[in-house]
């Protein structure tokens, strides 16, 4: 394999030809990805990233013969940069999707209890009197009780028990049934805490849909439905399944990791270590546990990068 992608390169055929030569698929087609329920082989996918880097070493030599000294240094920092770029958006994302479940759950635990009168509905109990003394002394915030009595926000839940009780109990019905209708109807692979097939997938099994885009968008909206509706349910091993999700969504955009299972379970292993730093702010306990309880395979690099 490796003598036919040196000749292709020395008769003048591009890195790509040898590329796609070296990994047994066609000068004119991409990489075939791997099909469901598949198991990686880690040596030979090992082998095609040695054989990539050598045709694409080779081929920058040539051409580098007619390159400027301060463009063969600009490629070569930006085929080097592309692994911390795409831990870089992977972080980013998932810490941007936490703090975006962070204050939806919140809005959507307080709307149980009653709703900001004065600064927007959208706003939670503790935004909405913050310029309040206390929560007992809030007038800005009124209860569904006194909303349906007619009587000022006071800030006090001392007026109307059983109103209020009914409308805690329809809400939080609401919330949780819609967050099942979801999982059940549009991304099924949604449901549970998805460790466990996170721990498969890392360990060189090919689930295909597990880690789409759909699952993503129902995850998150689906988490924040059912904590609010009070169901006993953790953030910890939802941020690390929504953190794999992102890095898969965004390893479609970058051909290093796209075609590569091997490469790409590197990402993965670093989306579980993101999951765990957004779930409990510990960015090293997360690489930790990721590199000791989920991935089974873990390079130096992917530590750093993580």
């Not at 000749?7 to 991409?30: C, E, H, N």
Request: charged share 20%; aromatic share 12%; glycine share 10%.
């Amino acid at each position: 394999m490796a003598d036919s992608e040196s000749a292709g390169l020395l008769k003048g055929r591009s890195v790509r030809d040898a590329r796609d030569q070296a990994y047994g698929t066609s000068a004119r087609s991409k990489p075939t990805p791997a099909s469901a329920f598949e198991t990686v082989d880690w040596e030979f996918g090992a082998e095609r990233d040695r054989l990539l880097r050598e045709a694409m070493m080779k081929s920058r030599q040539m051409r580098h013969r007619s390159r400027s000294k301060w463009r063969r240094i600009l490629a070569e920092m930006l085929n080097a940069g592309q692994g911390w770029f795409v831990f870089l958006v992977v972080g980013f994302f998932t810490g941007l999707l936490a703090g975006m479940i962070q204050v939806a759950r919140e809005w959507a635990f307080d709307i149980k209890f009653g709703y900001c009168s004065e600064g927007g509905f959208w706003n939670s109990r503790k935004e909405c009197c913050r310029i309040s003394k206390d929560e007992d002394s809030c007038w800005q915030w009124r209860t569904w009780a006194e909303t349906l009595q007619g009587i000022p926000g006071s800030g006090k839940r001392d007026n109307g028990y059983g109103l209020d009780y009914v409308f805690y109990m329809c809400w939080a019905t609401l919330l949780g049934v819609w967050a099942a209708w979801l999982v059940r109807t549009f991304a099924p692979f949604a449901s549970g805490s998805g460790i466990p097939e996170i721990k498969t997938i890392l360990g060189g099994f090919v689930m295909k849909g597990y880690l789409g885009g759909r699952t993503l968008v129902i995850k998150s909206v689906a988490l924040v439905l059912a904590i609010a509706s009070g169901m006993s349910v953790g953030l910890e091993a939802a941020y690390v399944h929504i953190a794999c999700c992102v890095a898969n969504v965004s390893a479609r955009m970058f051909s290093k990791y796209a075609y590569s299972e091997v490469k790409k379970r590197e990402l993965l292993s670093g989306a579980a270590a993101a999951g765990i730093s957004v779930a409990f702010g510990a960015p090293v306990g997360g690489v930790l546990f990721s590199l000791e309880m989920l991935s089974s395979y873990f390079p130096p690099k992917t530590i750093w990068r993580s």
